[in-house]
Each structure stands twice: as structure tokens, then as C-alpha cells.
């Protein structure tokens, strides 16, 4: 980490800093990122909150889309929306040099859910694109998976989706393709497929590529289970998800988690790698394993 921990949490603090204060789940979600991820043995509710000026004068540069996206994120923790939320996040990001992803949050905040997906799909970052899987023939060949080493990354694919006991990628009612991809993310990973899970393993995503990389992925699950503005088949949307006892913790630990990573989990060509072991994998790119 770059910056003064500290700094960064009492930016968050000035943030969420309008009308009564920070929300509870707001405190509760800086709270969790205070100690799950920065380490620090504080109490948020007795720091002084930090103005943009001075958050932007005590940031690096290359540290610079690691702040921005956890304001981002605790924008998203006010319930319900406000346009002074919007506009208070947005003067702290516009200190550090602007990020596009805002005009997600700020539909959030300003009731406009009707055009919270085409702005994300402006802005995203899109999904990574299978590699050496033919969509037409994707159900037969995860299928195929079950003949893989025990404890082999394929093997591992194919009980997640047995254990789900759901259809297959590429099956009637299976899901997209590219879902197969992100699901091999849930197997490096470890973890499930509650809102709380999924919010977690995009965190941790997000963290492993540098902060650079995923945001959109994160600003996703945080638009469909933390504030039900994402219409997604098949999910049902969901609010105020990091409220839930855990949640918050669980997202912290999952950017800890991220940090400690050598690379970009999501790079991982699964169809290529099906028969390496998934401990070999996950030691690899220094998967840390998951707090059960």
C-alpha cells in the first residue's frame, strides 16, 4: 500500500460526511475496511473526517483508482440515495482526477435506475472472453470436466456447478457462456454464490489487478445486490446487502485477500489449465485461502 491508511479512511469518513453523518451501514462498511483491510486498531466514529483537498494532497498517483473505487463504494452504502451523496463523492474523486464509473453511482443516488445498466455498459470494462471453447459446444465440454484429475482445476469447475445443481454454460437455461469464465473465478477464489459472496469475490478481483482492473465488475454486483438497480437474469436484485451481519467484513477481508495476490486471477485460461492442479494454481498467484 502507497498512502497513509489513515488518511484514506478518514477521506471515506468526509465522503459519507452529509446531513445526520455517515449511515450505520456506511460506518459500518469503513469500520470493516479500517480494520479487515488497513489493519488499523481504530474506532471510525472518533477520526476527524478529511476534506478532497486534503485526501488528493496525501495520495500517490499510482494509488490514486484504489481510492477512488472505495469512495465509490461507500457512496453505494447510502440508503436511500441522495444527490448530495453524488455530488459530495464526486468532489473527493474529481480532487484525485475523475473516474467515469461515478455516472453509475450517481444514477443510484439520484433515482434514475433506468439507466444505471446502459451507463455501466458505457463505462465497463466488459467480460473476458473464453479462450479455446466453442459457445456451441461449451455444455458438452464442461460436462467433459468431470474426467479430470481429482483436486484438478477442471475437476473443481465441474462439482461447483454439480454441487449448484444448476445447468451448465452453454445448456438450456445454463446461463452465457462467458459465465463459465467467472464461475472458474469462484473456484481460485473459494468463494460461494450468496450476494454477499459474490460482492466479496469481485472486491478481491478488483484488488489482484491493482485496482486497475474489475471496478466495473464490483460497481455490477454493488448496483444489483446493495442497491437493486442492476437487471440481470436470473439474479434477483437485492439491498443493502452490506448491512447483513458479516458482509462487510467478509468485503474487507476479500480486498486484503486481492492485495496479497501476484496477479490477475481472471487471467487463468481454464480449458488449457483443466488438468493442472488447482493448488498449484492458487499457490501461483498466492491465493490466500478464504476465512471459513
Known amino acids: ?57 496525501a495520495v500517490e498517483v499510482a494509488d490514486r483508482h484504489r481510492v477512488v473505487d472505495l469512495l465509490i463504494l461507500v457512496e453505494f452504502c447510502r440508503h436511500p440515495g441522495e444527490p448530495a451523496q453524488a455530488d459530495r463523492v464526486e468532489a473527493y474523486v474529481e480532487a484525485l482526477g475523475g473516474e467515469d464509473l461515478t455516472l453509475v453511482a450517481r444514477d443510484v443516488q439520484t433515482g434514475h435506475r433506468e ?11 466488459g467480460t473476458t472472453p473464453l479462450r479455446n471453447v466453442s459457445d456451441v459446444d461449451l455444455g458438452s465440454e464442461l460436462r467433459a470436466l468431470e474426467h ?25 437455461g445454463g446461463g452465457e457462456p462467458t459465465l463459465a469464465h467467472h464461475d472458474v473465478s469462484h473456484v481460485l477464489t473459494g468463494y460461494g454464490t450468496t450476494p454477499p459472496d459474490e460482492l466479496a469475490l469481485q472486491a478481491m478481483l478488483t484488488a489482484a489487478g491493482g485496482f486497475d482492473h474489475h471496478f466495473s ?8 445486490f446493495e442497491s437493486a438497480a442492476f437487471d440481470v437474469p436470473g439474479f434477483v436484485p437485492k439491498e443493502g446487502v452490506l ?46 485461502p478464504p476465512p471459513r
Open 148 to 172: 479430470c484429475p481429482p483436486g484438478s482445476l477442471g475437476r473443481g469447475l465441474y462439482d461447483f456447478y454439480d454441487e449448484l445443481g444448476v445447468p451448465f454454460p452453454g445448456e438450456p
Open 243 to 288: 448491512d447483513r451481519p458479516g458482509a462487510a467484513d467478509e468485503l474487507a477481508d476479500a480486498f486484503r485477500r486481492g492485495d496479497a495476490c501476484t496477479g490477475d486471477i481472471s487471467t487463468v485460461d481454464f480449458m488449457a489449465r483443466r488438468n493442472d492442479s488447482l493448488a498449484d494454481i492458487q499457490a501461483e498467484f498466492a491465493v490466500v
Open 1 to 57: 500500500m502507497h498512502d497513509d491508511p489513515h488518511m484514506i479512511v478518514r477521506g471515506l469518513l468526509g465522503a459519507a460526511d452529509l446531513g445526520q453523518g455517515p449511515t450505520s451501514e456506511q460506518l459500518r462498511v469503513i469500520q470493516s475496511l479500517a480494520t479487515g483491510y488497513f489493519a488499523l486498531d481504530v474506532d471510525v466514529v472518533a477520526m476527524d473526517p478529511a476534506e478532497p483537498s486534503e485526501l488528493a494532497a
Open 115 to 125: 439507466r444505471v445498466m446502459a451507463d455501466w455498459a458505457r463505462f465497463g470494462e
Open 217 to 224: 465488475g464490483l460497481v455490477a454486483s454493488l448496483a444489483l
